[in-house]
């Protein structure tokens, strides 16, 4: 067995460990504070009696991740950079979800000044990348047989434009009980073999803590779930999804790895330009999953189908590299 799958290994036993003994914490303390999830007016009605649920459950991945990947890499110079985004993110979204508890509205901060943070956190990760001779500037082109491209300062802005969008597509899969939280266990896992193909330890093991986290989140948030990820966990994931891309330098793969969340962020976009232009819409309610919902699937099917293409898009990603 491989040093990146050992340490991938050892990364998501500790992760998931961890998430699944402070989960019953998360949950009691969560309670206690009434951090109880808000529902959207104009969201499905069979939403409503989740209503009240825990939410910022998100705290439980970050915490685990962090020390999943801290034991199973020390000493090592990238990864602080990878849990610096994660982490950031992750309080841009705490934050967001603790306006939203305590005004008792479904919106917390304004969208722009979600993705002005994340900017920010692209920046420095794009900065930081750029700056070292182990990644540079070049991404591998999906495909190609290990060929890459190179971006030259435009590989700043780059990281950038994937780390929101990442960010963003997560959050917006994060409407169902495991879906983002399942569909992440599995495109990290992806990176784990990705590391291990590319001979990356640090981002093996970090794509493992990440996974780990995730499955011992789903113990707690399976239907029916009794926490929330909130924005402070997709946010969160969404920056360690393009973590992961820029430690392995395959920005360009996260198309087909996270090909779930392309999909549901794509469904958003087309829902809302065919609205304006024509005045009607395409699904029955976007994010897709909804107009699924909405068409009478059972949410626990509709999550497990998603897992089920974000498998294949996994494997097929793993194949393109």
């Known amino acids: 067995m491989s040093e990146v799958v050992t340490r991938s290994l050892v990364a998501a036993g500790i992760s998931f460990v961890v998430s699944i003994l402070i989960g019953p914490i998360a949950i009691r303390n ?57 982490t950031g993110c992750g309080l841009v979204g705490m934050l967001d979800d603790y306006i939203s508890i305590v005004s008792h509205r479904p919106l ?9 943070f994340q900017l920010v956190f692209g920046l420095i990760l794009g900065a930081w990348a750029y700056s070292n001779p182990d990644i540079g ?16 300062i435009w590989y700043i802005p780059f990281v950038m434009l994937v780390l929101v969008s990442s960010a963003n597509a997560v959050n917006l899969s994060d409407g169902l009980d ?35 986290a995730c499955l011992g989140f789903i113990w707690w948030n399976a239907y029916p779930a009794a926490i929330f990820m909130g924005d402070t966990g997709s946010l969160a994931l969404g920056a360690a999804l393009a973590s992961m891309a820029v430690l392995t330098r395959t920005q360009l ?36 999953h909804h107009h699924f919902e ?28």
């Open 253 to 288: 793969l996260l198309l087909v790895i996270g090909g779930v969340y392309v999909a549901e962020a794509m469904s958003d976009v087309i829902q809302v330009a065919y609205f304006k232009l024509t005045g009607k819409r395409v699904f029955r309610m976007a994010p897709i």
């Open 137 to 152: 500037s070049k991404i591998i082109i999906p495909f190609s047989r290990g060929r890459m491209i190179d971006l030259g």
């Open 178 to 212: 495991g879906l983002a939280a399942g569909t992440m266990a599995i495109a990290s896992f992806a990176y784990v073999a990705v590391s291990s193909s590319l001979g990356h330890s640090e981002g093996g093991a970090f794509a493992g803590a990440v996974g780990g």
């Open 108 to 116: 917390g901060l304004r969208a722009r000044q979600k993705i002005l």
């Open 30 to 86: 969560l309670r206690q504070l009434k951090a109880g999830q808000v529902i959207r007016d104009d969201g499905p009605k069979s939403h409503m009696k989740k209503s009240g649920t825990p939410s910022m459950g998100g705290v439980i991945m970050i915490v685990s991740l962090l020390l999943g990947s801290a034991a199973a890499t020390p000493g090592y110079s990238m990864l602080p950079w990878a849990l610096f985004t994660t």
């Open 294 to 321: 909405l068409k009478g699937v059972p949410e626990p099917k509709i999550v497990v189908r998603f897992w089920i293409v974000a498998a294949f898009l996994a494997a097929l990603g793993f194949a393109a590299l």
